[in-house]
Nanobody, 117 residues
Framework: QVQVVESGGGLVQPGGSLRLSCAASVSRSLFRFYDMGWYRQAPGKQRELVADISSGGRTNYADSVKGRFTISRDNAKNTVYLQMNSLQPEDTAVYYC?????????WGQGTQVTVSS
């Protein structure tokens, strides 16, 4: 069973930055074929896509985070990152990592990001 584990969440003031990491428990030779993504879910709202990155490195962002967040991957470390800058209170949510390979999809347990003064 593949596991994806998020880390890096926390409390940050408006305008601050955080970097989330997501490590996948697959072989390096296989991880590079995974499409990876970050989603978030705020209280009372549906889970939404924040950003994703394909196995080929193509990236896609939600309009609300374009220009502020950057998704990247390090296939040598089986890890995908989400650099979040200029954080705002509306970015407060649980952030989930998602890995997709073929018809299989894997979710992490989530990491809380709270933006508050």
């Amino acid at each position: 069973q593949v596991q994806v584990v998020e880390s890096g969440g926390g409390l940050v003031q408006p305008g601050g930055s955080l970097r989330l990491s997501c490590a996948a428990s697959v072989s390096r030779s296989l991880f590079r074929f995974y499409d990876m993504g970050w989603y978030r879910q705020a209280p009372g709202k549906q889970r939404e896509l924040v950003a994703d990155i394909s196995s080929g490195g193509r990236t896609n962002y939600a309009d609300s985070v374009k220009g502020r967040f950057t998704i990247s991957r390090d296939n040598a470390k089986n890890t995908v990152y989400l650099q979040m800058n200029s954080l705002q209170p509306e970015d407060t949510a649980v952030y989930y990592c998602n890995g997709r390979y073929g018809i299989d999809t894997y979710w992490g347990q989530g990491t809380q990001v709270t933006v508050s003064s």
